[in-house]
């Protein structure tokens, strides 16, 4: 019988190992998940198709289930049919937009986050005392104009930056409070403050931080990771605030980041292969997609998870009277 040479099949290449390093908390807040519920709720009472004026949350895969599930997205309320209900999205809307829905006689449920509403109560209080608003935000976001929408146009200013303190020239320098966004940088915005105080040193502070728990929570998940990690990637929508914060706290700690809405979106010639790897996600990030980019990941490397220390959040917030009823 003829010697048949026998071939052995090469061993596979071993995927270089990588650490990943979950931020904790991270993903939805108590706003944004009350947010999604009523748009859900809305839909069980009313029947699709229920309307909801703006993204109910920055994130697109959010925005996307719900359209599945029946909502319609607008940008106005005359692109609501009168007999239909409306959403009002968690980032607040000014006072115009439920008086006109009240004009029309159109069925709303207003799904803003309640820590931005007390925000507007804050500003109202403020202007009922006679004071000027320093409002600390990013022009353009849809908190500050929902924000700036709650008062007097010429009894608020927008505060963007530091250099901003010394070009403001507001009406009773002696009179002023001010507020601030709540998806902000917590560093900035100190800076910011401490910038106000030592140019108007009778400016009212808030009663209590504005920036809400979450924002300032992610941000402290990912300084507490940062000086482990060799890249972050921080998932979140490209319009979301607080996401954006997550990333430039990142860059700040020495730390190459980048935003991503979805593992499709991993750069991965600019991930190279890190030990460890940070991951977090801004709070209107579902969970899902932290699973979706491990699993992603774990395609080119062999995957090792850890969950940094934290304490849960335990906020909750009620659902609107009409629609748990």
Known sequence: ?????CTVAEPDTPLPPLRVLIAAPRGFCAGVDRAIQIVELALERFGAPVYVR????????????????????VDELDEVPDDRPVVFSAHGVPKSVPAAAQDRGLSYVDATCPLVSKVHRQAQRLIDEGRHILFIGHAGHPEVIGTFGQVPTDSISLVETVEDVARLSPPEIDNL????????SV??????VTALKARFPSIRAPRSEDICYATSNRQAAVKAIAAECDRILVIGAPNSSNSL???????RMGVGARLIERAADIDWQWLGQPRTLGLTAGASAPEVLVREVI??????????????????????????????A
């Open 54 to 73: 703006h993204e109910i949350v920055h994130n697109r895969f959010v925005v996307e289930r719900l359209r599945g599930l029946g909502a319609v997205f």
């Open 1 to 5: 019988m003829p010697y048949m040479a």
């Open 177 to 184: 409070a001010f507020l601030t966004q709540t998806t902000l």
């Open 295 to 324: 699993d992603a990941l774990r395609t080119r490397f062999d995957v090792s998870e850890e969950v940094a220390d934290h304490t849960p959040e335990r906020m909750t917030f009620k659902l609107p009277r009409e629609l748990v």
């Open 187 to 192: 560093d900035d915005t100190a800076a910011i």
């Open 245 to 251: 914060r997550l990333a430039e706290v990142a860059e």
